[in-house]
């Protein structure tokens, strides 16, 4: 997975964010999160990483999908894989 650049600058000079992609991935395919998000540690990002899954859950039968074959995959700035989520692990709590 080539990854995507250097940490962003915060506001603050000499403050570098770093910056998480949340990849979804389905059945074999990965659609990437080429932006990604900005939180203030891994644990938050792990943590809006469930938070997004109920509502993004919600719409896929409304497109044919079933919510559990999917799991969020959490990377870095440089394409290290921090978090597995799945979507079923989140959806039976």
């Keep these: 997975m080539a990854r995507r650049g250097l940490p962003v600058r915060s506001a603050h000079p000499r403050v570098l964010m770093a910056v998480y992609h949340f990849d979804l991935c389905a059945r074999g395919r990965l659609e990437a ?40 995959v959490v990377t870095n700035e440089v394409g290290q894989v921090l978090f597995e989520i799945s979507f079923r692990e989140i959806l039976d709590r």
């Excluded at 932006?35 to 644990?43: C, Q, R």
């Design 33 to 72: 999160d080429e932006d990604g998000l900005e939180p203030a540690s891994a644990e938050e990002a792990y943590l809006e990483a469930c938070a997004a899954i109920p509502p993004l859950a919600a719409e896929l039968p409304s497109v044919g999908d079933h919510p559990r074959r999917y799991n969020f």
